[in-house]
């Protein structure tokens, strides 16, 4: 890739970045109730939109869109919270743009480029002459500039982020099928056998929801799409199909563009998109050198700042001693007399004596009252866990009150709980 003058600054400073964060994420069952799968937690303080949203910042794009859907409060809060710091005056913005029937008093968003359609006078108005389309339910660090440098190099009509994976675990993605220019030649959708990229038959290039645009070019291409009756007005299943067939889609792959810091070795990205994954990636940060640095302070993850006490460990007696090993804990968290293994806790999360927790994932101001035992658990906002309850150690007792997934791992809601005494 050659050089771009100016370098990426001075294409992100006239970039802006639209963030698809509606959908609901059924596959996290009830942890998505009450709220949107970007506003699912993770990693002890953060949310999963912060990841795309802090990418963006990073990169250097300061004017970011954010749309909602499903069950947006808890979403629109935490953006009102912890992303108020962009200064108008400065060129910066960040909107939030709820589905708010502004095309037709019937219409919600109908799918991801209806939801960028439906903003197109926005879009307009902000005079950017790039858009970079991010989905706001994945965790990953990845600088977009890069991507926009090969968008502006290689004069595509579109920029394809993909990652690289295993060709037999390609199945449940969009695949794009390429030349030996990175150009996009076919477009399948959760193919039974998927293409493997040239030179390596083994792996496949799979979508990773993030594409990128000369503005104008998008909006005509939207207003085309917003026409045709037999289109679902999405992006993977028709934008992008009909500009591999109709125009130049260009692939740029994760593993030219990702953030490497710390003890980091290869890229990372995660749909975090079932309860299992969600599990796995929370417990994977608490290993030694985890796949994922969440620490460093030259790409740092922004979220709401909560003002809490530090953690606090009590009691140092015999099966009565506060201690955690090989896990993280938040602000505000009380760990009295028990004993916290390979445990991801959230804030203000309080665990009482004598109860043990291991390969639990409690998120904010979870209580575990004394003697409870909990092993391979997520433990949704609020739970309160009664004295002496054991989830973990025997599946098919645990499956009759909790929801217990295909890997074994219980998650645990306050309504759950509720009907333990019905």
């Given at each position: 890739?050659?050089?771009?003058?100016?370098?990426?600054?001075?294409?992100?400073?006239?970039?802006?970045?639209?963030?698809?964060?509606?959908?609901?994420?059924?596959?996290?069952?009830?942890?998505?109730?009450?709220?949107?799968?970007?506003?699912?937690?993770?990693?002890?303080k953060s949310r999963i939109i912060d990841f795309a949203l802090s990418n963006a910042v990073n990169s250097g794009i300061r004017r970011i869109g954010v749309a909602t859907q499903y069950k947006a409060h808890s979403l629109i809060r935490h953006l009102q919270r912890g992303w108020s710091?962009?200064?108008?005056?400065?060129?910066?913005?960040?909107?939030?743009?709820?589905?708010?029937?502004?095309?037709?008093?019937?219409?919600?968003?109908?799918?991801?480029?209806?939801?960028?359609?439906?903003?197109?006078?926005?879009?307009?108005?902000?005079?950017?002459?790039?858009?970079?389309?991010?989905?706001?339910?994945?965790?990953?660090?990845?600088?977009?500039?890069?991507?926009?440098?090969?968008?502006?190099?290689?004069?595509?009509?579109?920029?394809?982020?993909?990652?690289?994976?295993?060709?037999?675990?390609?199945?449940?993605?969009?695949?794009?099928?390429?030349?030996?220019?990175?150009?996009?030649?076919?477009?399948?959708?959760?193919?039974?056998?998927?293409?493997?990229?040239?030179?390596?038959?083994?792996?496949?290039?799979?979508?990773?929801?993030?594409?990128?645009?000369?503005?104008?070019?998008?909006?005509?291409?939207?207003?085309?799409?917003?026409?045709?009756?037999?289109?679902?007005?999405?992006?993977?299943?028709?934008?992008?199909?009909?500009?591999?067939?109709?125009?130049?889609?260009?692939?740029?792959?994760?593993?030219?563009?990702?953030?490497?810091?710390?003890?980091?070795?290869?890229?990372?990205?995660?749909?975090?998109?079932?309860?299992?994954?969600?599990?796995?990636?929370?417990?994977?940060?608490?290993?030694?050198?985890?796949?994922?640095?969440?620490?460093?302070?030259?790409?740092?993850?922004?979220?709401?700042?909560?003002?809490?006490?530090?953690?606090?460990?009590?009691?140092?007696?015999?099966?009565?001693?506060?201690?955690?090993?090989?896990?993280?804990?938040?602000?505000?968290?009380?760990?009295?007399?028990?004993?916290?293994?390979?445990?991801?806790?959230?804030?203000?999360?309080?665990?009482?004596?004598?109860?043990?927790?291991?390969?639990?994932?409690?998120?904010?101001?979870?209580?575990?009252?004394?003697?409870?035992?909990?092993?391979?658990?997520?433990?949704?906002?609020?739970?309160?866990?009664?004295?002496?309850?054991?989830?973990?150690?025997?599946?098919?007792?645990?499956?009759?009150?909790?929801?217990?997934?295909?890997?074994?791992?219980?998650?645990?809601?306050?309504?759950?709980?509720?009907?333990?005494?019905?």
């Amino acid at each position: 890739m050659n050089a771009v003058p100016g370098g990426t600054g001075s294409l992100t400073r006239q970039t802006m970045a639209f963030v698809l964060a509606g959908g609901r994420g059924s596959r996290l069952q009830e942890l998505t109730e009450r709220r949107a799968k970007p506003a699912v937690f993770f990693g002890g303080k953060s949310r999963i939109i912060d990841f795309a949203l802090s990418n963006a910042v990073n990169s250097g794009i300061r004017r970011i869109g954010v749309a909602t859907q499903y069950k947006a409060h808890s979403l629109i809060r935490h953006l009102q919270r912890g992303w108020s710091f962009f200064q108008a005056e400065r060129n910066e913005m960040l909107d939030v743009l709820p589905a708010s029937q502004r095309v037709d008093e019937r219409q919600w968003y109908l799918g991801t480029a209806d939801a960028v359609t439906q903003n197109i006078d926005i879009i307009e108005s902000y005079g950017v002459r790039w858009i970079v389309v991010l989905a706001g339910d994945h965790v990953y660090k990845m600088d977009y500039g890069v991507m926009l440098a090969q968008h502006v190099d290689s004069g595509a009509d579109v920029t394809v982020g993909c990652i690289e994976v295993p060709r037999t675990d390609a199945t449940g993605f969009g695949v794009m099928h390429v030349d030996e220019s990175g150009r996009i030649v076919r477009f399948v959708e959760k193919p039974a056998d998927p293409p493997g990229i040239p030179g390596d038959p083994d792996t496949a290039l799979a979508s990773m929801g993030i594409y990128v645009f000369e503005t104008g070019f998008l909006i005509d291409q939207l207003r085309r799409d917003a026409a045709d009756p037999e289109s679902d007005h999405d992006f993977g299943r028709n934008l992008i199909p009909w500009l591999v067939e109709n125009g130049k889609a260009v692939a740029h792959r994760f593993s030219d563009s990702c953030v490497m810091t710390g003890t980091e070795t290869r890229p990372y990205w995660r749909d975090v998109g079932t309860v299992d994954s969600f599990w796995r990636a929370n417990i994977d940060l608490t290993d030694f050198e985890p796949e994922l640095d969440i620490y460093s302070r030259d790409w740092p993850i922004w979220t709401y700042g909560e003002v809490t006490p530090p953690a606090k460990f009590i009691h140092d007696e015999e099966d009565r001693r506060g201690s955690a090993v090989s896990s993280m804990v938040s602000g505000g968290c009380i760990v009295s007399g028990s004993n916290v293994l390979r445990s991801l806790l959230f804030t203000g999360v309080h665990c009482r004596s004598y109860s043990h927790l291991e390969g639990v994932v409690a998120l904010p101001h979870s209580v575990i009252h004394r003697n409870a035992r909990l092993t391979g658990v997520v433990l949704d906002r609020g739970v309160n866990i009664p004295e002496g309850l054991v989830v973990g150690e025997d599946p098919e007792e645990d499956a009759k009150w909790f929801r217990v997934t295909e890997g074994g791992i219980t998650l645990i809601t306050q309504a759950m709980i509720d009907a333990l005494d019905r």
